[in-house]
């Protein structure tokens, strides 16, 4: 399979003092005693500078993982599709996490499922590249043509038998020219990519080794911690710290806000800017204990300055813009209205859901050494080169004084898309012109944070002569609609009259993605409302399904996102591999299908009734996302997604009362327990289509697959998350 492709935009190359090659593509982006002990890959001498790919004379491999790691494995998987099409043994690999560097980089971001998808065919041609230069270096010093040779496992051949190790050919190599087209591997060849790899930080990471943002440290570095309004709608007016002055390790006390403020006042301010225009108070101490004790010391009084919302009132509120006409259609087919009133029955439901945080285990963190020389970042955020525009601006310098280093992140589930946290580090240290590292605490994330925001959705279907003949979909949410491309999710193009509406709610919380924005519960709203459908039908939930998409093949539709073949497939796989319909005697099966992030997934749970209560057993999950890069990456964020779409499902529960959050921490905000974890089982399609996001697609289905089986084990239909709440008014409590 051959690609030509322009080596300007993809590559660069460079000859390395020791004797190495470095390669740079664009992101579009039972032990034996007498064994060897391994290299240290790390301690090998590679020079310092920005790159991709590092080939030392030792033929070992250093690659630069290009887009920041939350814990979705793009630290593995990335370099991995490198190395596959490079032709290196994995275990010759060196990862280094990147800097921002946007001239040799772009989309160095995390977030929407998109890293390796945006990536694949860039990432497969560096290595190729990189490859035949190699191989085309050989050649020539035996004086062959390059056709002749082949590489493989970092060893060049030629037709005599005869061995060059990359090592041996890495200056030469490096002072060629760039080839115009490069052969890459049929996917049946790959030898690295379709193998589980570990991950690459696992050693640090269990054995506690410097890695995340809060282990980072500077000579001469403070800490800070931050205090912010109780409320949202409150501002500060004034504040007593005589109290936290005196307490040993503290520094100093001083307010910031006046710098958010000016970037605050843009007319199009950075879109991952969430501050509000308070100034808030900030300790300054010695070390983190220092600090969060003096902030509780703090007297503040605030004032309010806009409306101390409640979710009570965001409720009825969300239900009238459902009710009323002030809702926008973000698509329409044929005429819903008129199928409505030509209907022998309009089945109609109402689905609501919460507030979320985003409840990441390492909080907000970020160092900041503002210097009048550069700006020194490091620390977790998906946005890296958002952070790099909206510092610059904040202090009106160039983004060239910028400089931006990331670590691993303790989670992020969309919460480090939005850097009010750089923000205030940086804004700390140009006051105080020292390094500075500001960081939260748990109760600071969870009560003054970015929240998924709180949706409601009206369902409605006609049916007539009993068939489906109108589907009209309307959304109402908290400072925010879902994006554009949903509106083509299943089931567009399936139905001749077909309609979606959306109108946002206004508020002064602060909201935001949350893993698989608004997708995370309509499908849950959608996928109940279809199980419903087809009982009112009087039809199989699987023959339902399958109808409605041969509609779709049978009559193509170039506005539709998703596949139906696709998902056809999972959804046959999923019925083959759950023994859907074959289950034993008192086990209740639920299903739900869905497509997002470019990835179609279906989802069967089973449930059990134990002493009365349901309880979630199991779940099967089919996937098609194309290749599997890293299959056990891949099954860790598959299962991840389903634990995590039934923990905040089932029992997460959160809201406002006069702008106070109901919960500061885990003693009273629900996440599931270990104890409540069913067994997942995971299914991928095999395919050789390129790959497609897994990080979030196998969260959104598992609501409605479970509000489903609870509805069959109880006779209860769940509309609102968390379901706990309802199954409990119904005499029921999940344990």
């Known amino acids: 399979m051959k690609h030509t492709f322009s080596r300007r935009s993809f590559l660069k190359t460079s000859a390395l003092a020791s004797g190495g090659i470095l390669i740079g593509f664009n992101l579009f982006n039972s032990c034996k005693s007498d064994v060897k002990m391994p290299v240290d890959l790390s301690a090998l001498n590679y020079k310092d500078f920005n790159a991709y790919i590092k080939i030392s004379p030792e033929g070992k491999v250093t690659i630069y993982s290009v887009n920041p790691e939350i814990g979705q494995g793009v630290k593995t998987?990335?370099?991995?599709?490198?190395?596959?099409?490079?032709?290196?043994?994995?275990?010759?690999?060196?990862?280094?996490?990147?800097?921002?560097?946007?001239?040799?980089?772009?989309?160095?971001?995390?977030?929407?499922?998109?890293?390796?998808?945006?990536?694949?065919?860039?990432?497969?041609?560096?290595?190729?590249?990189?490859?035949?230069?190699?191989?085309?270096?050989?050649?020539?010093?035996?004086?062959?043509?390059?056709?002749?040779?082949?590489?493989?496992?970092?060893?060049?051949?030629?037709?005599?038998?005869?061995?060059?190790?990359?090592?041996?050919?890495?200056?030469?190599?490096?002072?060629?020219?760039?080839?115009?087209?490069?052969?890459?591997?049929?996917?049946?060849?790959?030898?690295?990519?379709?193998?589980?790899?570990?991950?690459?930080?696992?050693?640090?990471?269990?054995?506690?080794?410097?890695?995340?943002?809060?282990?980072?440290?500077?000579?001469?570095?403070?800490?800070?911690?931050?205090?912010?309004?109780?409320?949202?709608?409150?501002?500060?007016?004034?504040?007593?710290?005589?109290?936290?002055?005196?307490?040993?390790?503290?520094?100093?006390?001083?307010?910031?806000?006046?710098?958010?403020?000016?970037?605050?006042?843009?007319?199009?301010?950075?879109?991952?800017?969430?501050?509000?225009?308070?100034?808030?108070?900030?300790?300054?101490?010695?070390?983190?204990?220092?600090?969060?004790?003096?902030?509780?010391?703090?007297?503040?009084?605030?004032?309010?300055?806009?409306?101390?919302?409640?979710?009570?009132?965001?409720?009825?509120?969300?239900?009238?813009?459902?009710?009323?006409?002030?809702?926008?259609?973000?698509?329409?087919?044929?005429?819903?209205?008129?199928?409505?009133?030509?209907?022998?029955?309009?089945?109609?439901?109402?689905?609501?859901?919460?507030?979320?945080?985003?409840?990441?285990?390492?909080?907000?963190?970020?160092?900041?050494?503002?210097?009048?020389?550069?700006?020194?970042?490091?620390?977790?955020?998906?946005?890296?080169?958002?952070?790099?525009?909206?510092?610059?601006?904040?202090?009106?310098?160039?983004?060239?004084?910028?400089?931006?280093?990331?670590?691993?992140?303790?989670?992020?589930?969309?919460?480090?898309?939005?850097?009010?946290?750089?923000?205030?580090?940086?804004?700390?240290?140009?006051?105080?012109k020292k390094p500075v590292k500001m960081i939260s605490t748990r109760e600071d994330d969870m009560t003054t944070g970015v929240y998924r925001p709180a949706s409601k959705y009206k369902i409605a279907a006609s049916i007539k002569d009993g068939n489906l003949t109108g589907y009209h979909l309307k959304e109402a949410c908290v400072n925010g609609n879902m994006y554009g491309l949903i509106p083509n999710f299943f089931p567009a193009g399936a139905l001749d009259n077909y309609q979606v509406d959306s109108a946002r709610l206004k508020s002064n919380i602060t909201v935001g993605a949350w893993r698989a924005p608004y997708t995370n519960f309509l499908a849950t709203a959608e996928q109940s409302f279809f199980d419903e459908l087809a009982e009112e039908l009087g039809v199989d939930r699987v023959k339902l399904h399958m109808d409605l998409l041969e509609n779709v093949k049978n009559n193509p539709d170039p506005k539709i996102e998703y596949s139906p073949d696709r998902l056809q497939g999972v959804l046959k796989k999923v019925v083959e591999t759950s023994n859907w319909g074959n289950t034993a005697d008192g086990v209740y099966q639920g299903l739900s299908i869905y497509y997002c992030h470019n990835t179609h997934v279906a989802e069967v749970a089973d449930v059990v009734m134990e002493n009365g209560v349901p309880v979630i057993k199991k779940v099967t999950c089919a996937v098609d996302c194309g290749i599997v890069v890293n299959p056990l990456g891949a099954m860790n964020q598959a299962k991840g997604g389903v634990l995590d779409g039934i923990g905040h499902a089932m029992y997460a529960d959160f809201s406002f009362k006069d702008g106070v959050p109901s919960a500061n921490n885990f003693n009273s905000y629900q996440l599931i327990r270990m104890s409540q974890t069913p067994k997942v089982d995971v299914h991928f399609i095999e395919s050789d289509i390129a790959p497609t996001g897994l990080g979030e697609p196998t969260l959104p289905p598992v609501g409605a697959a479970v509000a489903n089986a609870i509805y069959k084990a109880t006779g209860t239909r769940l509309t609102k998350f968390p379901f706990i709440n309802n199954i409990n008014q119904n005499k029921n409590i999940v344990g």
């Open 77 to 432: 998987s990335m370099p991995m599709i490198i190395a596959e099409e490079l032709d290196v043994p994995w275990e010759d690999v060196y990862v280094v996490q990147a800097p921002l560097d946007t001239e040799n980089y772009s989309n160095q971001v995390a977030g929407g499922s998109q890293s390796i998808r945006r990536s694949w065919q860039p990432l497969r041609e560096t290595g190729a590249t990189a490859k035949q230069m190699l191989v085309n270096a050989a050649a020539a010093q035996w004086g062959v043509a390059a056709n002749t040779c082949s590489a493989k496992a970092g060893v060049i051949t030629n037709t005599k038998g005869e061995t060059l190790g990359y090592g041996d050919v890495v200056e030469a190599a490096a002072i060629l020219e760039v080839p115009e087209e490069v052969e890459l591997k049929d996917p049946k060849d790959f030898t690295i990519i379709g193998k589980g790899k570990g991950n690459v930080d696992i050693e640090k990471i269990t054995t506690g080794k410097p890695l995340f943002g809060l282990d980072y440290k500077e000579e001469g570095m403070v800490y800070a911690s931050v205090l912010r309004p109780p409320a949202f709608g409150q501002i500060l007016e004034s504040y007593d710290a005589s109290e936290a002055k005196a307490m040993a390790g503290v520094i100093d006390v001083i307010t910031i806000g006046e710098k958010a403020r000016t970037i605050l006042g843009k007319n199009k301010p950075n879109w991952s800017v969430k501050l509000s225009t308070t100034d808030k108070v900030v300790i300054i101490g010695k070390t983190t204990w220092d600090v969060i004790k003096a902030k509780k010391a703090i007297t503040a009084t605030w004032k309010t300055n806009s409306n101390l919302e409640s979710s009570e009132d965001h409720d009825e509120k969300l239900l009238n813009i459902l009710n009323g006409n002030t809702l926008k259609t973000r698509r329409k087919d044929g005429n819903v209205k008129k199928a409505f009133a030509n209907a022998d029955k309009v089945l109609e439901r109402v689905y609501e859901s919460t507030f979320l945080p985003h409840n990441t285990m390492e909080p907000m963190n970020f160092f900041a050494n503002v210097t009048p020389e550069k700006v020194h970042l490091v620390g977790p955020t998906q946005t890296p080169e958002a952070a790099e525009g909206a510092v610059a601006a904040m202090l009106g310098r160039p983004v060239e004084d910028i400089h931006v280093d990331l670590t691993r992140m303790g989670g992020g589930f969309g919460r480090r898309l939005y850097n009010d946290y750089v923000l205030e580090a940086v804004e700390i240290s140009d006051a105080i």
